[in-house]
């Protein structure tokens, strides 16, 4: 079954300790993002890559880091999470269809920064 | 930043109703995409309307794009309780290239039986 999976569902954390979200696809999509979504201000995008070792900023990238050694794999990484990065994070992967990028979501990642 | 902006924020309709939704938009695109997400779930993709189209339909989905208003409406026939759902839309903005999505807010649909 084509799908985007993320580990883990849900974490609560504390502030300081790192933490890696992992994100998987099986559908040979060459572009992934991250999302988060907060109420009242939508989904906005962390990271997105284009390929393998190809990275970018999104709109909302302080205080995450991203990798992409390999085509399915996007792990998002906070470092020293705090507070404010409590939130519903979601990754995405794309197809090229038509001219256009059509995202596939995960499911999610309720993360709790206490 | 948000380009897309939808409208109501809320929606509650009876079963069967007809429901509609806007978008509004602030940027030259080169499409737009409406998703739906259930309660907390991760979106689902609807429909894709490229700049050049003016309308189109799936199901009992219909989707219109005005580019000279920079809008769009999503409209959802007979709707039923599984539509009940967050619907949002999604703007590939020209100027930041293909690779770019924004979302809007959203517009939270309730359909009651």
Not at chain 1, 7 to 32: A, D, F, W
Not at chain 2, 15 to 39: D, F, H, P, V
Not at chain 2, 62 to 88: C, E, G, H, Q
């Amino acid at each position: 079954e084509a799908q985007v999976t993320q580990n883990p569902r849900y974490l609560i954390t504390v502030t300081g300790k790192k933490l890696t979200v992992t994100c998987s696809q099986n559908m040979n999509h060459e572009y992934m993002s991250w999302y988060r979504q907060d109420p009242g201000l939508g989904l906005r995008q962390i990271y997105y890559s284009m390929n393998v070792e190809v990275t970018d900023k999104g709109d909302v990238p302080e205080g995450y880091k991203v990798s992409r050694k390999e085509k399915r794999n996007f792990p998002l990484i906070l470092e020293s999470p705090s507070p404010n990065q409590t939130s519903l994070y979601f990754c995405a992967s794309s197809l090229f269809r038509g001219g256009a990028y059509e995202q596939y979501f995960g499911p999610g990642t309720r993360l709790t920064v206490t | 930043s948000q380009q897309g902006e939808e409208d109501p924020q809320a929606l509650s309709i009876q079963e069967g109703e007809n429901a509609t939704m806007n978008c509004s938009y602030k940027t030259s695109i080169n499409n737009l995409q409406w998703y739906r997400q259930n309660s907390g779930r991760g979106l689902v993709h609807l429909i894709l309307i490229r700049s050049n189209e003016r309308e189109k339909h799936s199901g009992r989905l219909r989707v219109t794009l005005d580019t000279s208003k920079k809008s769009s409406s999503l409209l959802i026939t007979a709707s039923r309780a599984a539509d009940t759902a967050s619907y949002f839309c999604a703007t590939d903005p020209h100027v930041q290239g293909a690779q770019k999505l924004v979302f809007g807010q959203g517009t939270r649909l309730t359909i009651n039986p």
